[in-house]
């Protein structure tokens, strides 16, 4: 069964702590997103990436970076976390010649205290 | 403007009855459609695609697109309690590798 795999289910962390959410995909996709999802505000897009090490900024980069070394691999960085980035993080993935939507991880719930 | 509008609900109907639920857009370059269902405290799952005018159906699910009038629905036959979730509208546009979402439509099936 394929999978979009996210490191942590719920995550606490300190204002000002830097913080690592992990996504892995064992799917050979190319397309690998981060959105985060708010009430009444519906997922929106941080970052996403089409290739190793590109990326493209979203509609709300402000606060984050990513890393992708690895094709399977792609890392959203808090830089340093505040509370407005209490949110659910949800990852996706998608091959490039395929138009079938995502795949989504099963989402890190964030708390920053 | 919201490039994706929903209706944010809640909407109710009775166990059978047929659920509509709609999305309009604001970006005539869209090209593809998709409905996903988010249970809650869970990541969406895909339920239903379309890219051209008109119905397809899968199942009990039927989704309707409109690319003149800008949106796209999303019809539910038979409903039953399991559909009870959130409904999402996202849409891509042109060569876009991302997609769009609406904020999404709560539907709870009653009993």
């Known amino acids: 069964d394929v999978k979009v795999t996210q490191s942590s289910r719920y995550l606490v962390k300190r204002t000002g702590e830097k913080v690592f959410l992990e996504c892995v995909q064992d799917m050979d996709h190319e397309n690998m997103f981060w959105y985060r999802q708010d009430p009444g505000l519906g997922l929106r897009l941080i970052y996403f990436?089409?290739?190793?090490?590109?990326?493209e900024k979203g509609d709300i980069p402000e606060g984050y970076s990513v890393s992708r070394e690895k094709k399977e691999r792609f890392s959203l960085i808090l830089e340093s976390a505040s509370t407005n980035q209490t949110s659910m993080y949800l990852c996706?993935?998608?091959?490039?010649?395929?138009?079938?939507?995502?795949?989504f991880g099963s989402g890190t719930r964030l708390t920053v205290v | 403007q919201k490039e994706v509008e929903q209706n944010s609900g809640p909407l109710s109907v009775p166990e059978g009855a047929i659920a509509s639920l709609n999305c309009t857009y604001s970006?005539?370059?869209?090209?593809?459609f998709f409905w996903y269902r988010q249970y809650s405290g869970k990541s969406p799952e895909l339920i239903m695609f379309?890219?051209?005018?008109g119905d397809k159906e899968d199942g009990r699910f039927t989704a309707q697109l409109n690319k003149a009038s800008q949106y796209v629905s999303l019809l539910i036959r038979d409903s039953q309690p399991s559909d009870s979730a959130t409904y999402l509208c996202?849409?891509?546009?042109?060569?876009?590798?991302?997609?769009?979402f609406g904020s999404g439509t709560q539907l709870t099936v009653l009993p």
């Open positions: 970006d005539r370059g869209s090209q593809s």
């Open positions: 379309i890219y051209s005018n």
């Open positions: 996706a993935s998608t091959r490039s010649t395929d138009n079938y939507g995502y795949t």
């Open positions: 996202a849409l891509r546009s042109g060569s876009a590798r991302q997609l769009t």
């Open positions: 990436s089409y290739d190793v090490k590109m990326k």
